[in-house]
């Protein structure tokens, strides 16, 4: 069968915890869509592991693949898998030869509209890992896929065209000084060599395929999805959103696993107790002015700095209209609700429960960021819970979770529809509240 794990909100709702957590009783693990923007963190024991590109069923020995709707930058992809050989893993990773190539003329394209775009609406905030200019040249028709790198002529043939087109632009309508990210020469050597070294160390595959016959023979595939069901670029708040589709139809375009085996699997929204982003764009329940105070100490206690780039997040209360979006884009199944630890102990607790937009009360997200920027939350108060031994309560179970906390999961529950199956009380593989696995 399958799961398949969706952010429900921005990002970095945790993930990368579950897909640990469940990986256990996964054959392979699949990313679906992005590239090294992504930043999950996997903790085991104590020890942390921070992954980009390299699927997290790893810490578990588990066979990774990185599917055709991911952008593959192979240096980082060597490098991560580097570190991770330091810390005594010995990641499995295989790579679909439809997946494209960010070439290092993309993360000089990346900064260089980020700069453009500074004073103005437009401003991303990317991770500057040149994944947007990456998914252009795919759907421009003028992109690199690793499959391309095992062959010189093509590779050239290829580069010669794209890297002309950007060298022109880079020049004549940004005016920089194109550098060696746009050498042909230095280009063709340097990629032409990462083709080798994938095919070498058997890590290439028809993605599709390569899963097709895994399912066939009953394994079980873990989806992992990254970024978050607000920063899709068809369901999020565009323009402040990535380039991919992190919602669960990503993962069945994104790995060529046909859309009734991923529907017919369980989809779990993974759901981060209160809301946090880094970039642009709105937050209409961000904590400011006045609660500016209580926005630092989650951020302090959540360790709410971005994994890729250390930037402090946005910190905002829960925000159901969003949920709901995300529950209905993706079909959740199942819910896991993480950081309920980080909320201990706080003075108030309020729950976004609804929008307040041109005198009407929505319950759902506005079609247009602009109409998003523009809706003012209805909080619901909640009562709050105190600190516990949470590693106790992981260990006893969901009753020994204080009433409180219960009372806010099972509101989330009978607001989307969907149960919840684990509840993050730390960051630890063996902090979380497990009441059924999706596997069940
Ligand atoms: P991802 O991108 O969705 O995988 O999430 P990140 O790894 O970027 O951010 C989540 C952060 O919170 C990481 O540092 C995790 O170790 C940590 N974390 C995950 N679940 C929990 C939880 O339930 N409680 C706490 N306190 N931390 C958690
Ligand atoms: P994980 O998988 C949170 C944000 C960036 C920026 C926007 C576009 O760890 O949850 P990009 O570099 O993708 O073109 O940036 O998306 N962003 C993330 N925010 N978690 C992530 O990944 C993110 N990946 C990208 O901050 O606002
Ligand atoms: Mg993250």
């Known amino acids: 069968m399958t799961v398949t794990i969706v952010g429900a909100q921005l990002g970095d709702e945790g993930k990368g915890a579950l897909v640990d957590r469940w990986g256990e009783?996964?054959?392979?693990?699949?990313?679906?869509?992005?590239?090294?923007?992504?930043?999950?963190?996997?903790?085991?024991?104590?020890?942390?592991?921070?992954?980009?590109?390299?699927?997290?069923?790893?810490?578990?020995?588990?066979?990774?693949?990185?599917?055709?709707?991911?952008?593959?930058?192979?240096?980082?992809?060597?490098?991560?898998?580097?570190?991770?050989?330091?810390?005594?893993?010995?990641?499995?990773?295989?790579?679909?030869?439809?997946?494209?190539v960010i070439l290092p003329y993309h993360r000089v394209f990346d900064n260089m509209e980020e700069t453009d775009k500074e004073d103005t609406d437009m401003k991303v905030g990317t991770t500057g890992r040149g994944i947007g200019p990456t998914y252009e040249d795919k759907a421009g028709r003028r992109g690199v896929r690793i499959g391309d790198l095992l062959d010189t002529d093509v590779l050239r043939n290829r580069l010669e065209y794209t890297v002309a087109n950007k060298r022109a632009i880079a020049e004549e309508v940004y005016g920089i000084d194109a550098g060696v990210e746009f050498d042909v020469d230095e280009l063709v050597a340097e990629f032409a060599e990462y083709g080798r070294r994938l095919q070498e160390n058997d890590m290439l595959v028809e993605a599709g395929d390569f899963l097709y016959e895994q399912h066939e023979a009953g394994g079980n595939l873990l989806f992992e999805g990254a970024q978050g069901t607000s920063i899709d670029i068809d369901h999020g708040n565009y323009p402040n959103v990535t380039s991919s589709n992190p919602t669960a139809g990503g993962a069945t375009v994104g790995s060529g696993v046909g859309p009734g085996v991923v529907g017919a699997g369980e989809i779990v929204g993974i759901v981060k107790a209160y809301l946090s982003r880094v970039g642009e764009g709105p937050l209409p329940t961000e904590m400011e002015d006045d609660e500016e105070d209580l926005a630092d100490e989650i951020r302090?206690?959540?360790?709410?700095?971005?994994t890729v780039t250390g930037r402090p997040r946005r910190i905002g209360w829960l925000d159901v209209p969003m949920l709901r979006h995300a529950a209905r884009r993706s079909s959740f199944t199942g819910l896991a609700v993480n950081h309920v630890d980080v909320l201990a102990g706080l003075e108030e607790l309020q729950v976004c429960h609804s929008y307040e937009l041109d005198g009407e009360t929505r319950e759902t997200v506005p079609a247009t960021t602009e109409e998003w920027a523009r809706c003012e939350p209805n909080f619901r108060e909640f009562e709050t819970w105190s600190e516990q031994d949470w590693?106790?309560?992981?260990?006893?179970?969901?009753?020994?979770?204080?009433?409180?906390?219960?009372?806010y999961l099972e509101y989330l529950e009978s607001e989307l529809?969907?149960?919840?199956?684990a509840v993050g009380v730390g960051p630890d593989r063996d902090q979380t509240v497990e009441r059924q696995t999706p596997w069940e």
Do not use: M, W
Not at 300 to 306: D, S, W
Not at 417 to 421: D, F, L, S, T
């Open 391 to 407: 590693s106790a309560v992981a260990e006893e179970g969901y009753d020994a979770l204080p009433a409180a906390c219960r009372d």
């Open 300 to 306: 302090e206690k959540g360790g709410e700095f971005g």
């Open 25 to 100: 009783e996964a054959d392979t693990v699949v990313r679906y869509q992005g590239g090294d923007n992504a930043g999950h963190t996997v903790v085991e024991g104590g020890e942390e592991y921070k992954l980009s590109l390299v699927p997290s069923g790893c810490v578990r020995g588990k066979t990774g693949v990185l599917g055709n709707g991911c952008v593959v930058n192979p240096r980082t992809l060597f490098d991560e898998i580097e570190t991770l050989r330091e810390k005594g893993l010995d990641p499995d990773v295989r790579v679909a030869k439809r997946a494209h």
């Open 417 to 421: 529809g969907a149960p919840v199956y």
